[in-house]
């Protein structure tokens, strides 16, 4: 079992940078596939990135490609969030999962098991 914390959010202007963090526990975290979602008020939750166990296969949501970047480092057991150029549209709490998986990584919010209790992202106009 991984536990999950989320880092990083905050308040920003348009146009401006975040990276966020999710640092899980465990020994086994390398193991994971990892993702990122957010909620915005009154919407469901939509996918934003995801990363394979390994690092080496990476998706993103067309909202955010070429603006955000997914990466981690399994000696630190952490998953990183950069946000660039970010938009009011960005607004939402962000959050991250992670699920065991050898191979690839996932899409869907109903295929991880373990979610972090979300940080808040606000970009001003």
């Known amino acids: 079992q991984v536990q999950l914390v989320e880092s990083g959010g905050g308040l920003v202007q348009a146009g401006g940078s975040l990276r966020l963090a999710c640092a899980a526990s465990?020994?086994?975290?390398?193991?994971?596939?990892m993702g990122w979602f957010r909620q915005a008020p009154g919407k469901e939750r939509a996918f934003v990135a995801a990363?394979?166990?390994?690092?080496?296969?990476?998706y993103y949501a067309d909202s955010v490609k070429g603006r955000f970047t997914i990466s981690r480092d399994n000696a630190k057991n952490a998953v990183y969030l950069q946000m660039n150029n970010l938009k009011p549209e960005d607004t939402a709490v962000y959050y991250c999962?992670?699920?065991?998986?050898?191979?690839?990584?996932?899409?869907?919010?109903?295929?991880?098991?373990?979610w972090g209790q979300g940080t808040q992202v606000t970009v001003s106009s």
């Open positions: 465990g020994r086994t975290f390398s193991s994971y596939a």
């Open positions: 999962a992670g699920r065991l998986s050898s191979s690839t990584y996932y899409t869907r919010s109903y295929d991880y098991s373990y």
């Open positions: 990363i394979s166990w390994s690092g080496g296969s990476t």
